[in-house]
């Protein structure tokens, strides 16, 4: 099976080469809200209980799981967070259970993604980084233009583009869809 | 998991050595009330030399059943090359330092050594044989930019 490749430069909705894993300098690129990191307020996990495994510097917050932060709200029913090591960052999360996603892109567009599971990895092998969220069961990103439903759903953030796969493409103001062979070439690469 | 952590007892200005691990010596506990007590767990063995948890508080008042009325509550996590992990305070808790669990329904706050990570909560059980800390209510979470440049997202 094919995996569709959504270019997404900026945001969700403009063209981008297509790549998979890019060369990184001394400190590896994100696609992060542009700002200072150091002066943007931190990132808040609210939730109603939580575990904390500190010989697995593992987190696992449970029950109305919130997430606040400068341009991402994330709900789920419990999550979990490998803790990073004294001086590390966040390398794993796995939020389960619906999962609702709304974040503002650099277009300052709000965009909503509901899924049973999301997870997010980042890696840096070598000079490579690697950084994606993967959206599994019955992913749907609804942004201003489209509705996306995709299974698996993976946000490669290291690149802003998008991996469908048995993919649908909706546009917002029309009953049609497009997906597969018949989908457009202005919108996604296969 | 193996639970064979000698600890590490002084209140009151008065050593006092006790094993956990079951088939250990006879256990004694503080008397009377105590102030700075210290409790300090270790790796498994090849690193049994090395601290991997250590417990203080500034008073301890015992109580019925063994337990001790902690006040200050001040528990430190290591890392096997000696460099602190996790702070955890709470004003106060019960500490049942035979089975090596504490526990409180008032507030607790957790810090990362670096600072970066940050929790606080209301209501905690600490296992000590298994390093684990649930938060029972209302758990907050901050974390810092350096560490998540961007959450998930």
């Known amino acids: ?190 | 998991m193996n639970f064979n952590m000698a600890m590490f007892c002084r209140a009151g200005g008065v050593a006092v050595f006790f094993l956990a691990a079951t088939g250990g010596p006879a256990q004694q506990l503080p008397a009377g009330h105590a102030r700075d007590f210290t409790s300090e767990s270790y790796f498994e063995p090849p690193h049994e030399q090395q601290v991997k948890m250590k417990l203080t508080g500034a008073e301890a008042s015992p109580l019925p059943g063994g337990l001790l009325d902690v006040k200050q509550l001040r528990l430190e996590t290591f890392s096997l090359d000696g460099k602190p992990e996790m702070v955890v305070r709470a004003p106060q808790c019960f500490y049942a330092p035979l089975d090596g669990v504490a526990n409180s329904s008032g507030q607790l706050e957790l810090q990362s050594a670096d600072g970066k990570f940050t929790v606080e909560g209301e209501g905690f059980l600490w296992r000590q044989n298994i390093s684990s800390l649930t938060i029972s209510n209302r758990v907050r979470t901050l974390i810092d930019r350096s560490a998540s440049p961007g959450f998930m997202l």
């Open chain 1, 1 to 190: 099976m094919k995996i569709m490749i959504l270019m997404l430069a900026a945001g969700w909705c403009s063209l981008a080469p297509a790549q998979t894993n890019t060369p990184s300098p001394s400190n590896p690129p994100t696609n992060a809200p542009a700002g200072n990191a150091q002066q943007a307020p931190p990132a808040e996990i609210n939730s109603d209980a939580a575990d904390f495994d500190l010989n697995l510097h593992q987190a696992v917050y449970r029950g109305h799981v919130r997430v606040l932060d400068t341009q991402v709200k994330l709900t789920c029913d419990w999550m979990v967070v490998e803790l990073p090591t004294a001086g590390g960052r966040l390398n794993h999360v796995l939020a389960d259970t619906n999962v609702v996603v709304d974040f503002t892109d650099a277009k300052g567009q709000t965009n909503h993604v509901t899924a049973a599971r999301a997870v997010y990895d980042y890696q840096v092998e070598g000079l490579v980084t690697n950084e994606t969220v993967t959206f599994t069961g019955n992913p749907v990103a609804e942004t201003a233009d489209y509705i996306i439903l995709s299974e698996p759903l993976i946000w490669d953030r290291a690149q802003n583009t998008f991996h469908l796969k048995n993919e649908s493409i909706k546009p917002r103001h029309s009953s049609n869809s497009v997906g597969g062979t018949n989908a457009s070439p202005a919108l996604f690469l296969k």
